[in-house]
């Protein structure tokens, strides 16, 4: 599979992080496996007096936000004094760029004139208003490596 994205693929020594998006689907004795539900499922355990084990089933990244949410109001027996939700209309870190995507990303190409215009709109997707701590590293440096446009 790397061999489609690198000339030369790494060797497993240089691989220093590896992630795999697998999803558990819950088993609802669908005849086809893509009937599964793609809906997630919880299932808590615990008895009075002791810490609740909960699992969940299933579910799709884009919704993992109202999954905590969820998550958290299963939980909210064994945790009397658990505030209520506040995540459903707080930017995720990054995202509070303030006004236009666009206003902010031309921001960042002219902060940053000595690399690719791509580059940074890239970093600016990716990152957000974290693009910038990129700056104190090696990526970012204005008087860093030169970099081919």
């Not at 599979?1 to 497993?12: G, N, S, V």
């Not at 496996?33 to 793609?38: D, Q």
């Not at 031309?106 to 990152?127: E, F, K, M, S």
């Amino acid at each position: 599979m790397l061999r489609r994205y690198f000339r030369t693929p790494p060797q497993p020594g240089e691989i220093v992080h590896a992630f795999s998006g697998v999803r558990p689907l819950y088993d609802d004795n669908a005849d086809n496996p893509s009937a599964v539900t793609r809906d997630y499922v919880f299932e808590v355990d615990g008895a009075e007096g002791a810490p609740p084990l909960l699992s969940i089933f299933g579910g799709k990244i884009t919704t993992y936000r109202r999954l905590a949410e969820q998550a958290m109001q299963r939980l909210a027996p064994w945790f009397p004094k658990l505030s209520s939700a506040w995540t459903a209309n707080r930017p995720l870190p990054g995202g509070d760029v303030g006004g236009s995507f666009d206003d902010f990303s031309n921001g960042l190409v002219r902060d940053y004139p000595d690399l690719p215009r791509t580059l940074i709109q890239h970093y600016a997707r990716l990152y957000g208003t974290r693009a910038r701590t990129l700056g104190a590293g090696p990526y970012l440096r204005r008087s860093g490596p030169s970099f081919r446009r």
